[in-house]
C-alpha cells in the first residue's frame, strides 16, 4: 500500500514563527503536492513538485514556499505564520505524470494563534 | 471529532439501503475523475476513479457513473454500512494543468443504525 506520511497531526504556532510541515512518500512517487483544506471548500494546490528540485506554483502559493531536495520528501515552509493560515494541510503524491490517482496523507491541522 | 466542511450537504441513509452520492464537475474537458471518501481527522482515501472513455465502473460495492453530457458522475454504495460515514468528494483532473486536479467540497454521508 502507498503511504504518505506527514510530520505532525497537529500543530500550535504564533503569528510571526517559521512553520516547518514535513512529508513523506515511500512509493518512489514523482509528484507530490501540498493542498490545504478549509470549511466549506474543496481542497485548494498550495505549490506541487514533479521532480526533485523542481516546483511550481499552485493556486494558493502566497506566502508559502516548498523544498524538494530528496524524491520522497516534500516540505512546505510558512515564512512568517499568519492567522489566516489557520488549515488542515494535506499532502499527496502520485506517480502518473498524466492524470493519475493521488494518495493523501493523514493531513496536519495548523493553529497560528 | 474534527470536520473537514461545517456546512456540507448531507445524505443520511438507512444501514443496509443503497447510498447515492452526486458531483457536478466543472470541465467538459476534463478526462478523469475519482472519488474520494474522507473520515474524521483523517486525510482523504482513493475509492474509486473513472476515465472518460467510460460511462460505469465497478469495484467492491461501490460504482462510479459518469455522464459526460451533463457533466454529471455520481458514486453509489450498495448495502450501505456504518463504515461508510464519512465524506465523500469528487476531483476532475484539470485540462489546464497535467498535475492538477479540481475539488468539488463534498458531501457528508451519514449512516443511520
Known amino acids: 500500500d502507498v503511504k504518505v506520511t506527514q510530520s505532525s497531526r497537529y500543530l500550535v504556532k504564533r503569528t510571526g514563527e517559521k512553520v516547518f510541515l514535513e512529508c513523506v512518500q515511500d512509493m518512489d512517487h514523482e509528484n507530490m503536492f501540498w493542498y490545504r483544506q478549509d470549511p466549506g471548500l474543496g481542497l485548494r494546490l498550495i505549490y506541487f513538485?514533479?521532480?526533485?528540485?523542481?516546483?511550481e506554483k499552485g493556486d494558493i502559493p502566497e506566502g508559502y514556499s516548498v523544498s524538494r531536495e530528496k524524491k520522497e520528501r516534500f516540505s512546505l515552509i510558512l515564512e512568517s505564520a499568519s492567522t489566516n493560515q489557520t488549515s488542515m494541510y494535506l499532502c499527496?503524491?502520485?506517480?502518473?505524470?498524466?492524470?493519475?490517482?493521488?494518495?493523501f496523507g493523514p493531513g496536519t491541522r495548523l493553529l497560528v494563534l | 471529532g474534527e470536520s473537514v466542511g461545517l456546512h456540507l450537504p448531507t445524505l443520511s441513509v438507512q444501514e443496509g439501503d443503497n447510498s447515492i452520492i452526486n458531483c457536478a464537475y466543472s470541465?467538459?474537458?476534463?478526462?478523469?475523475f475519482i472519488w474520494y471518501k474522507q473520515e474524521s481527522g483523517k486525510g482523504p482515501q482513493f475509492i474509486i476513479d473513472?476515465?472518460?472513455?467510460?460511462d460505469k465502473r465497478q469495484g467492491q460495492r461501490v460504482t462510479v457513473l459518469l455522464n459526460k453530457t451533463v457533466k454529471h458522475l455520481s458514486l453509489q454504495i450498495a448495502a450501505t454500512q456504518p463504515g461508510d460515514s464519512a465524506v465523500y468528494f469528487c476531483?476532475?483532473?484539470?485540462?489546464?494543468?497535467?498535475?492538477?486536479?479540481?475539488f468539488g467540497t463534498g458531501t457528508r454521508l451519514k449512516v443511520l443504525a
Open positions: 476531483a476532475e483532473n484539470d485540462p489546464s494543468g497535467t498535475y492538477k486536479y479540481i
Open positions: 473513472i476515465r472518460s472513455n467510460m
Open positions: 513538485s514533479y521532480d526533485v528540485k523542481m516546483k
Open positions: 470541465n467538459s474537458a476534463s478526462d478523469y
Open positions: 499527496a503524491s502520485s506517480f502518473s505524470a498524466g492524470p493519475g490517482t493521488q494518495y
